[in-house]
């Protein structure tokens, strides 16, 4: 018996040992079946504190405290998770990833960290890797509906607006009362071309949660777009009261602090955004934007250079980037800038002139004519194109074909997008806009080429057809209206600018409602519309027009002359009708000597202009000795205009002077 209990016993040793043997290994190697850590007592206080901080939309503090949670206990994986949802918040993809590898190797299953995978290598841009981790079958029921929402920008990312579509409506299926996900959603309708349906699902995030600092921020983006500058700026200070240091926010406001001509202000929050993101690029881009308006073009460059690249394929630091170029005479490199900035944008007339601007001034006229003939080969081109192309056309020998144009220049016509001619043939857009009639990418080339041909009435049924089929879609509306208005149908063109206004009050409606109450004789309705306008964009220079044009027409000299010397001051005296406005407003002050200075100027910009002549005569003939000279030039403002009653009347006053001042 007692042998046989002893051979038992020795049967058993071996197994015993190896077991003593794997728990002292297992004892200090954290995995899955053991969990790392459950936090101690210093680790749990920081992360409490970081709680309370995230609550109040603090994340900046939660990371802190995090860290300091993790510094605390580096093992206690729900604090590695904590911090890569902080993380995420403040857009540091490449640092989430890091925490998030971390808790996978101290034993949190990676199926239960997919949505957060997902998310952190979208922030870095490898949309691929995202959508395998999005898409995978093993996600937690409890996180479908963050990678669900997460596919949905991964596939706005791409361009696949199906694929957003079909995820964003999943999203909502699984967690309907998440503001984050209303935002992405508002997002994804204004991207889709539906204003008005972004603008209710932000106001949905917004009543979700009132201190969502990213549906506060969007509701404001939404606000410019729709209203203007100004009207983003409430909306944006109060997300900053709740978080003043979140740095998307403080770049969206100081964007707008810039575009409203704010400068200073806008150069104060540029710098504490460096302060707190010292290799934020648009804050960089932002501060060289101030020193290329100043002419420190050196300044500006140094500035570029700190963005290191990486919103070099952003349009507007492409133009900024061309503008430096231009202005320290590298007339080739801000051609190639120009170019690249035209092909991703060829509707862009600013872009156009530019571009050909670089080409005449590096002596490629040919190339500067061929980059403007979308523009100058229709009616209601811009005056500038017109002028510069008879530029080009002069410099290649061509004075006829630029006379011609050089006439056209002098009406002054702003013209519209429809100058533009679309390159395929009419059939081809028209079978395209039959497979996808209600795709506004497709049937607006076609509406364009209709009324191009001249057939508004088949534009018009076009356009009405894609209104209703998009009735969230300002520019939908903006086509009916432009297809009515050349009918002479005005109440329907201010029909459907009402609609788009309602939408989007952007200067394309607002110069467009203002020419059809003009036309309806409802001129104090047209100032109403004009001053909303400006009450939210105040540094709008076609408003500023306007509104001095509106003054100019009531004898309100002084403040005609105030807004029009401002239009002068940023953007220089090329520009005729500005100077010519001035030339009629010193005139009417009594200011001769000033009034025949600003129409020297506007002479000197567009000789072949009536107007010009017309007001510059007007300013001679309150000189003494000048009348002879106010007489040529009334003539010749007759002679281009001869059916200008205006012109007429002002030229038979000029000879009654002048007859007057021979028998005196």
């Given at each position: 018996m007692v042998l046989h209990l002893t051979q038992k016993l020795r049967s058993q040793r071996k197994p015993i040992l190896w077991m003593a043997v794997l728990a002292l290994v297992l004892s200090g190697m954290p995995t899955a079946i053991f969990a790392a850590s459950e936090g101690n007592a210093d680790a749990r206080e920081a992360f409490a504190k970081a709680d309370q901080f995230r609550a109040h939309h603090d994340v900046r503090s939660a990371r802190i405290e995090l860290m300091n949670a993790i510094k605390a206990d580096p093992d206690w994986v729900d604090a590695r998770v904590a911090q890569a949802e902080v993380l995420l918040s403040l857009f540091d993809g490449i640092a989430a990833e890091a925490e998030l590898d971390r808790a996978v190797q101290l034993g949190r299953e990676r199926a239960t960290l997919r949505h957060l995978y997902g998310h952190a290598l979208s922030l870095q841009g490898k949309v691929q890797q995202a959508r395998d981790q999005l898409s995978a079958d093993d996600i937690p029921l409890e996180h479908r509906g963050y990678a669900a929402r997460m596919l949905g920008v991964v596939a706005l990312q791409q361009g696949n607006l199906e694929l957003a579509g079909v995820s964003f409506s999943r999203a909502m299926a699984l967690d309907p009362r998440n503001p984050d996900l209303w935002v992405d959603i508002a997002r994804f309708r204004a991207t889709s071309g539906n204003q008005a349906g972004a603008t209710n699902a932000v106001d949905e995030a917004v009543k979700l949660d009132p201190n969502n600092i990213r549906a506060l921020q969007y509701r404001g983006e939404?606000?410019?777009?729709?209203?203007?500058?100004?009207?983003?700026?409430?909306?944006?200070?109060?997300?900053?009261?709740?978080?003043?240091?979140?740095?998307?926010?403080?770049?969206?406001?100081?964007?707008?602090?810039?575009?409203?001509?704010?400068?200073?202000?806008?150069?104060?929050?540029?710098?504490?955004?460096?302060?707190?993101?010292?290799?934020?690029?648009?804050?960089?881009?932002?501060?060289?934007?101030?020193?290329?308006?100043?002419?420190?073009?050196?300044?500006?460059?140094?500035?570029?250079?700190?963005?290191?690249?990486?919103?070099?394929?952003?349009?507007?630091?492409?133009?900024?980037?061309?503008?430096?170029?231009?202005?320290?005479?590298?007339?080739?490199?801000?051609?190639?800038?120009?170019?690249?900035?035209?092909?991703?944008?060829?509707?862009?007339?600013?872009?156009?002139?530019?571009?050909?601007?670089?080409?005449?001034?590096?002596?490629?006229?040919?190339?500067?004519?061929?980059?403007?003939?979308?523009?100058?080969?229709?009616?209601?081109?811009?005056?500038?194109?017109?002028?510069?192309?008879?530029?080009?056309?002069?410099?290649?020998?061509?004075?006829?074909?630029?006379?011609?144009?050089?006439?056209?220049?002098?009406?002054?016509?702003?013209?519209?997008?429809?100058?533009?001619?679309?390159?395929?043939?009419?059939?081809?857009?028209?079978?395209?806009?039959?497979?996808?009639?209600?795709?506004?990418?497709?049937?607006?080339?076609?509406?364009?080429?209709?009324?191009?041909?001249?057939?508004?009435?088949?534009?018009?049924?076009?356009?009405?057809?894609?209104?209703?089929?998009?009735?969230?879609?300002?520019?939908?509306?903006?086509?009916?209206?432009?297809?009515?208005?050349?009918?002479?149908?005005?109440?329907?063109?201010?029909?459907?600018?009402?609609?788009?206004?309602?939408?989007?009050?952007?200067?394309?409606?607002?110069?467009?409602?203002?020419?059809?109450?003009?036309?309806?004789?409802?001129?104090?309705?047209?100032?109403?519309?004009?001053?909303?306008?400006?009450?939210?964009?105040?540094?709008?220079?076609?408003?500023?027009?306007?509104?001095?044009?509106?003054?100019?027409?009531?004898?309100?000299?002084?403040?005609?002359?105030?807004?029009?010397?401002n239009l002068r001051q940023r953007i220089g005296e090329n520009d005729a009708l500005i100077m010519a406005g001035l030339t009629q407003a010193y005139t009417g002050l009594g200011q001769t000597d000033k009034a025949i200075a600003a129409g020297r100027i506007a002479y000197r910009v567009q000789p072949s202009s009536p107007v010009v002549s017309h007001l510059y005569g007007l300013a001679l003939m309150a000189a003494d000795g000048r009348q002879k000279d106010a007489v040529s030039l009334l003539k010749k403002a007759v002679a281009i205009m001869p059916d200008n009653p205006v012109y007429r009347k002002s030229l038979k006053r000029a000879y009654a002077e002048n007859r007057r001042n021979v028998k005196n």
């Open positions: 939404l606000l410019r777009f729709q209203f203007g500058l100004g009207a983003a700026l409430p909306w944006f200070k109060r997300a900053l009261e709740i978080d003043p240091n979140d740095v998307p926010l403080l770049t969206e406001y100081a964007a707008t602090l810039g575009d409203m001509g704010r400068m200073t202000d806008m150069l104060i929050v540029a710098r504490k955004i460096i302060a707190l993101d010292s290799r934020n690029p648009r804050a960089f881009f932002m501060q060289a934007v101030l020193a290329a308006r100043a002419g420190n073009y050196d300044l500006a460059r140094r500035l570029m250079h700190k963005t290191g690249g990486a919103i070099d394929n952003v349009p507007a630091v492409l133009l900024v980037q061309a503008i430096i170029e231009h202005g320290q005479g590298n007339y080739n490199a801000a051609v190639d800038k120009f170019s690249l900035l035209a092909s991703m944008q060829p509707h862009n007339r600013q872009a156009q002139n530019l571009l050909a601007r670089s080409l005449y001034l590096a002596g490629s006229a040919g190339d500067a004519v061929e980059v403007l003939q979308s523009q100058v080969t229709r009616s209601g081109a811009d005056p500038y194109a017109l002028w510069l192309a008879a530029r080009a056309l002069e410099a290649m020998g061509k004075r006829d074909q630029a006379a011609v144009l050089m006439n056209r220049a002098a009406v002054h016509d702003v013209g519209r997008k429809s100058a533009f001619i679309e390159k395929a043939p009419l059939g081809v857009l028209r079978a395209e806009a039959q497979r996808n009639p209600n795709d506004a990418r497709a049937v607006v080339p076609y509406i364009r080429a209709l009324y191009n041909a001249g057939d508004y009435v088949a534009a018009l049924a076009e356009a009405k057809q894609l209104e209703q089929a998009n009735p969230g879609a300002s520019d939908a509306h903006i086509l009916v209206a432009d297809t009515a208005i050349s009918l002479g149908d005005y109440d329907q063109a201010l029909d459907a600018l009402e609609q788009a206004r309602s939408i989007r009050f952007s200067e394309p409606v607002m110069l467009r409602l203002i020419e059809v109450l003009r036309a309806k004789g409802a001129m104090q309705q047209s100032g109403e519309v004009l001053a909303q306008y400006l009450n939210y964009n105040p540094g709008d220079v076609a408003g500023l027009r306007w509104m001095a044009y509106a003054h100019l027409e009531t004898g309100s000299w002084t403040t005609a002359v105030h807004i029009l010397e």
